[in-house]
């Protein structure tokens, strides 16, 4: 059992920057890779980034890509998920998941964060 709690969203400007956090329960974390997802109001969920057990590979959506950086620390079970140049468009509720099948940079998610909001103003 996994339990994943996320913090570090909040209200920016465009053009700011936001480092989210996501800390996970549970001895085995270093057994799981990691994603971020997003849902913004009206959408489906979509993936955002993701990153191997070992830290070693990581993946992101092509509307992030130069701009978020994905990283974890398996000492302190915690995953993080920089966000650079922040535009309106990133404004939305973003989740941490673990994966315990991430094969071919696909997030198949075991465990899910309560989510934490993000909102950049124009």
């Known amino acids: 059992q996994v339990q994943l709690v996320e913090s570090g969203g909040g209200l920016v400007q465009a053009g700011g920057s936001l480092r989210l956090s996501c800390a996970a329960s549970?001895?085995?974390?270093?057994?799981?890779?990691m994603g971020w997802f997003r849902q913004a109001p009206g959408k489906e969920r979509e993936f955002v980034a993701a990153?191997?057990?070992?830290?070693?590979?990581?993946y992101y959506v092509d509307s992030v890509k130069g701009r978020f950086t994905i990283s974890r620390d398996n000492a302190r079970r915690t995953v993080y998920l920089q966000m650079n140049s922040l535009n309106p468009e990133d404004t939305a509720i973003y989740y941490c998941?673990?994966?315990?099948?991430?094969?071919?940079?696909?997030?198949?998610?075991?465990?899910w964060g309560q989510g934490t909001q993000v909102t950049v103003s124009s």
């Open positions: 998941a673990a994966d315990s099948r991430y094969r071919n940079n696909v997030v198949s998610p075991d465990y």
């Open positions: 549970g001895r085995t974390f270093s057994s799981y890779a």
């Open positions: 990153i191997s057990w070992s830290g070693d590979s990581t």
